[in-house]
């Protein structure tokens, strides 16, 4: 088959357009294109650590040797997961605000049917309970919609193992 150089010239004759010799349609292709590389080069930057989109959180490792402290490893989880219902609008009589009120509990363990927590042993332990399992002795699994990381339900469990104390204090629990 014999190639016409004619017929050639004649479709890039009219391809050219006001843009700088690309169709409309191609140009079009292009910008998606080049948008979707960077939409994708955004996205993929998320997961970087030190990006403060990164959630430091779930890369945290955990030495169960180590005492959990309160205020750097427990707070962090009740301010992301926690406040925003336990918070000064004390859902279920529960605020989260201040270890105090932590210890005081909420108007499921006031009235009496669980311990918020047991010092050495999470698995008696209402907040533990809460946060763990699907289903809980009482009430939905915290924080409603969603669950904890793995890591944090780990901290937890771990901070009330050692003792639950607002300092840490390994010999709480004969650790």
């Not at 699994?141 to 339900?153: K, Y």
Request: glycine share 10%.
């Amino acid at each position: 088959m014999a190639l016409d150089l004619g017929l050639l010239i004649d479709v890039a004759k009219r391809a050219r357009t006001r843009h700088h010799g690309f169709r409309e349609g191609a140009m079009k292709t292009i910008y998606l294109g080049i948008t979707f590389l960077l939409i994708a080069a955004l996205v993929s930057n998320c997961t970087i650590e030190g990006d403060p989109l990164f959630d430091q959180k779930d890369i945290q490792e955990i030495n169960e040797d180590e005492p959990i402290d309160y205020a750097t490893q427990v707070v962090p989880i009740f301010e992301s997961a926690c406040l925003s219902c336990h918070g000064a609008a004390a859902l279920g009589g529960l605020s989260l605000d201040s270890y105090d009120d932590l210890v005081a509990g909420g108007d499921v363990v006031a009235g009496g049917s669980a311990t918020m927590m047991v010092p050495c042993d999470p698995d008696t332990s209402f907040l533990y309970d809460k946060v763990m399992t699907d289903t809980p002795s009482a009430g939905a699994r915290m924080p409603l919609g969603g669950a904890l990381s793995e890591t944090e339900i780990e901290i937890i469990r771990l901070w009330i193992e050692q003792g639950a104390s607002e300092t840490p204090d390994p010999s709480l629990c004969g650790n």
